[in-house]
C-alpha cells in the first residue's frame, strides 16, 4: 500500500507541473477556460480506456472473424496470436495508464467510500476488469495462457480459436457494460 500511495504522490507531482492558475475545482470548472489537473489525468484516463477497450473490440469483432473466414485451420491460432500479440503490448501500456490514472483520481477525490456502497457498482465494475484484464496481460497470458492455447491447438485449431473468440466476447461484454455503467454512474445516472 506505501508503495501505492507514493507512486500516486509522485503522479500528483508530476501532474502538478500546471501552473497554479490553470488549475481548478476538482469538479473541473475554474472560471477561465484553462485545463486542470483532474480534467488532465480524466482525460487520460478516458483516452487510455478507449484505446484499450476499442482494441478489444477490434480483436473480437473483426480480427478473430477474419481470421476464421481467412486463414487455414492449422494456422490460424498461430496467425492470431502474431497479429494479437502487438495489441498485447499496447493494452499493457494502456492499462497501465488506467490503473495509475483510476487510482489517481480515487485518491485526489477521496471516492474510497464508494466501494462501501453497493449503489456504486461500477466502481467496483471498473477494477474488476481493470484487474482481470491486468492479471491476464501481465501474468496468465505470458506464463500459462500462451503455452496452454499452444497445445490445445495443435490438438483442435478449430475448437482451440472458437474459445479464444468466445472468451474475448465475454471479456468485451463486461467491458461494455462496465463502461456503459461507468459513464452513466459518473454523471449521476444512478442516484443521487
Do not use: K, Y
Not at 485545463?35 to 482494441?55: P, S
Not at 456504486?120 to 471498473?126: C, G, S, T
Request: hydrophobic letters at 55%; a positive charge; glycine letters at 8%.
Amino acid at each position: 500500500m506505501e508503495a501505492l500511495v507514493a507512486t500516486l504522490e509522485v503522479f500528483d507531482r508530476a501532474i502538478a507541473v500546471v501552473p497554479a492558475r490553470h488549475r481548478a475545482s476538482p469538479c473541473g470548472h475554474s472560471g477561465n477556460d484553462a485545463m486542470n489537473e483532474f480534467a488532465i489525468v480524466r482525460a487520460l484516463h478516458v483516452l487510455a480506456v478507449v484505446t484499450w477497450i476499442g482494441g478489444v473490440a477490434m480483436v473480437t469483432t473483426v480480427l478473430l472473424p477474419a481470421t476464421r473466414r481467412n486463414v487455414i485451420a492449422a494456422d490460424r491460432v498461430a496467425f492470431f496470436e502474431r497479429i494479437e500479440s502487438g495489441f498485447a503490448t499496447q493494452a499493457r501500456w494502456t492499462t497501465g495508464v488506467v490503473g495509475l490514472t483510476g487510482f489517481w483520481l480515487t485518491w485526489r477525490s477521496d471516492l474510497w467510500l464508494r466501494f462501501a456502497d453497493a449503489g456504486f457498482w461500477w466502481m467496483h465494475a471498473m477494477v474488476a476488469v481493470w484487474a482481470l484484464f491486468t492479471v491476464m496481460l501481465f501474468v496468465l497470458e505470458p506464463l500459462v495462457l500462451r503455452n496452454w492455447f499452444d497445445r490445445r491447438a495443435r490438438r483442435d485449431p478449430e475448437g482451440t480459436l472458437a474459445l479464444i473468440q468466445r472468451l474475448h466476447w465475454a471479456l468485451l461484454g463486461a467491458s461494455l457494460v462496465t463502461v456503459a455503467g461507468a459513464t452513466a454512474g459518473a454523471h449521476g445516472g444512478f442516484g443521487p
